[in-house]
C-alpha cells in the first residue's frame, strides 16, 4: 500500500486491494504516528522536514512527510498528491506550535510524468510553494543524492517521518527517526513492481525496524544526504520497504526547478 494517509473512501479501499497489501505509507486516516522501532528526533535537529496536510481530489483528509530541497520547493513522493496541500514546516510535535512554526500553501504539484499508482512506480513529486520559506535555526533545507550517486548494500542510512509506531498503535505526533540498512535487491524481488535502478530495498528482515502508515515521503539519509524517498511497505510493517531512489531522478528534479 502507498504511504499516503488518506481516509478510506470505498475508492481507496479498493485500491489498496489492487495493489496486493502494499502499504500507503500514510495509513487509512488523517492521522500521523511514528516510524516503528526507531527513536524520536531531537526537536528541530532536522530542520528541512515538512509535514503535509492534503485535500485528496474526493475531498478526505491525508498526510505525508516530505523534506524542504530549495526554499520555495518541497520533495514528497507522487502518491502524496491531493487537490491542495499546506505544508508546515519547522514543527517537531505537529499538534504543539511553536515559533518555529511556517505554514505555507502549496501552489503548484509536479508529481513525476510516468508516475503509476497501480505498480507504485516513479513515487516522486515535487511540491512549489507558494511563497518561499524563511531560512531559520528550525527551518533549513536538505542536499539531496547528486546523479551519479549509488549507495552499496551494507551502508546503514536513517529514514525520518510522521508515521505509526506500530501497526495498531494510536498516532504520535512527534518527529521519529530509525535506522535502515541498504539491502541487496533480491531481498525486494517479492515486491511486484520493485526495480532496482529507480527504487531502493531498505531494512533488516530479521529488526522490527521500519517506516509505515504516515512517513510517505519523508527523506532516507545517508551520511546527511538525503537518497531515497519512502514509497510502500508491507501491510504487516515487516521490513524491507522500498524507497523512491533520489539519484535517478536527479535531471527531472534539475529539468523542473531550472523551469520554475
Same mark, same amino acid.
Given at each position: 500500500?502507498?504511504?499516503?494517509?488518506?481516509?478510506?473512501?470505498?475508492?481507496?479501499?479498493?485500491?489498496?486491494?489492487?495493489?496486493?497489501?502494499?502499504?500507503?505509507?500514510?495509513?487509512?486516516?488523517?492521522?500521523?504516528?511514528?516510524?516503528?522501532?526507531?527513536?524520536?528526533?531531537?526537536?528541530?535537529?532536522?530542520?528541512?522536514?515538512?509535514?503535509? !496536510?492534503?485535500?485528496?481530489?474526493?475531498?478526505?483528509?491525508?498526510?505525508?512527510?516530505?523534506?524542504?530541497?530549495?526554499?520555495?520547493?518541497?520533495?514528497?513522493?507522487?502518491? &502524496?498528491?491531493?487537490?491542495?496541500?499546506?505544508?508546515?514546516?519547522?514543527?517537531?510535535?505537529?499538534?504543539? $506550535?511553536? !515559533?518555529?512554526?511556517?505554514?505555507?500553501?502549496?501552489?503548484?504539484?509536479?508529481?513525476?510524468?510516468?508516475?503509476?499508482?497501480?505498480?507504485?512506480?516513479?513515487?516522486?513529486?515535487?511540491?512549489?510553494?507558494?511563497?518561499?520559506?524563511?531560512?531559520?535555526?528550525?527551518?533549513?533545507?536538505?542536499?539531496?543524492?547528486?546523479?551519479?550517486?549509488?549507495?552499496?548494500?551494507?551502508?546503514? &542510512?536513517?529514514?525520518?517521518?510522521?508515521?505509526?509506531?506500530?501497526?495498531?498503535?494510536?498516532?504520535?505526533?512527534?518527529?521519529?527517526?530509525?535506522?535502515?540498512?541498504?539491502?541487496?535487491?533480491?531481498? &525486494? &524481488?517479492?515486491?511486484?513492481?520493485?526495480?532496482?535502478?529507480?527504487?531502493?530495498?531498505?531494512?533488516?528482515?530479521? $529488526?522490527?525496524?521500519?517506516?509505515?502508515?504516515?512517513?510517505?515521503?519523508?527523506?532516507?539519509?545517508?551520511?546527511?544526504?538525503?537518497?531515497?524517498?519512502?514509497?510502500?511497505?508491507?501491510?504487516?510493517?515487516?521490513?524491507?520497504?522500498?524507497?523512491?531512489?533520489?539519484?535517478?531522478?536527479?535531471?527531472?528534479?534539475?529539468?523542473?526547478?531550472?523551469?520554475?
Amino acid at each position: 500500500i502507498k504511504l499516503a494517509a488518506a481516509v478510506g473512501s470505498p475508492s481507496e479501499r479498493m485500491r489498496l486491494l489492487v495493489l496486493h497489501l502494499l502499504l500507503f505509507l500514510l495509513g487509512s486516516t488523517a492521522k500521523a504516528g511514528e516510524i516503528i522501532g526507531g527513536t524520536e528526533c531531537k526537536p528541530h535537529a532536522r530542520p528541512y522536514m515538512a509535514y503535509l !496536510d492534503i485535500v485528496t481530489p474526493d475531498h478526505h483528509l491525508s498526510a505525508c512527510s516530505g523534506f524542504l530541497i530549495r526554499r520555495n520547493f518541497v520533495l514528497t513522493a507522487a502518491h &502524496c498528491a491531493g487537490r491542495s496541500i499546506t505544508v508546515l514546516l519547522g514543527a517537531h510535535n505537529r499538534k504543539v $506550535k511553536e !515559533d518555529t512554526w511556517q505554514m505555507l500553501e502549496v501552489e503548484k504539484q509536479f508529481p513525476h510524468p510516468k508516475y503509476d499508482g497501480h505498480l507504485v512506480l516513479n513515487d516522486i513529486m515535487l511540491l512549489k510553494l507558494k511563497e518561499k520559506a524563511n531560512l531559520t535555526l528550525g527551518v533549513g533545507t536538505l542536499p539531496f543524492s547528486a546523479k551519479s550517486n549509488f549507495i552499496p548494500p551494507g551502508r546503514v &542510512c536513517r529514514a525520518v517521518g510522521w508515521g505509526q509506531t506500530n501497526v495498531n498503535e494510536p498516532a504520535s505526533d512527534t518527529l521519529q527517526e530509525v535506522k535502515m540498512s541498504v539491502l541487496d535487491p533480491q531481498a &525486494c &524481488c517479492h515486491f511486484e513492481s520493485f526495480h532496482h535502478e529507480p527504487q531502493m530495498c531498505m531494512g533488516n528482515p530479521k $529488526k522490527m525496524r521500519n517506516v509505515y502508515k504516515g512517513d510517505s515521503g519523508g527523506p532516507l539519509l545517508c551520511a546527511g544526504i538525503a537518497q531515497g524517498i519512502a514509497s510502500y511497505v508491507h501491510q504487516n510493517a515487516k521490513p524491507p520497504a522500498v524507497f523512491t531512489r533520489l539519484s535517478h531522478y536527479r535531471p527531472w528534479i534539475n529539468k523542473i526547478l531550472r523551469e520554475n
